[in-house]
């Protein structure tokens, strides 16, 4: 059974960096996406960054390129934040799934979630 958990959320002043990580158990195979999400209230979840184990390079939402960095090293997924802006404030997720339909960039390739950790920035 897969299982994430996240941790590193926290509060940090603009341009500040912060690391967040998502222990995985349960993900045995190596044809995975994993990838991480932000929601804030009263909005749609967002793809933040996602990689698949299969592939080469991993996808950014425009707003982050170049300032977040995702890896993964083995039972470990991380998301590296730097120069964190106000709008990065949200509750950020990790996620797993295989994309047995469609690819790593579709939310409804993920069937496994973390309980989320709450990252917020102060201008």
């Known amino acids: 059974q897969v299982q994430l958990v996240e941790s590193g959320g926290g509060s940090v002043q603009a341009g500040g960096s912060l690391r967040l990580s998502c222990a995985v158990s349960?993900?045995?195979?190596?044809?995975?996406?994993m990838g991480w999400f932000r929601q804030t209230p009263g909005k749609e979840r967002e793809r933040v960054a996602t990689?698949?184990?299969?592939?080469?390079r991993p996808f950014y939402v425009d707003s982050v390129n170049g300032r977040f960095t995702i890896s993964r090293d083995k039972n470990t997924l991380s998301l590296q934040m730097n120069s964190l802006k106000p709008e990065d404030t949200a509750m950020y997720y990790c996620?797993?799934?295989?994309?047995?339909?469609?690819?790593?960039?579709?939310?409804?390739?993920?069937?496994?979630w973390g309980q989320g950790t709450q990252v917020t920035v102060s201008s």
């Open positions: 990689k698949y184990d299969l592939g080469n």
């Open positions: 349960g993900v045995t195979a190596t044809n995975f996406c």
């Open positions: 996620a797993a799934g295989r994309p047995y339909v469609g690819t790593c960039l579709e939310i409804s390739t993920y069937p496994y």
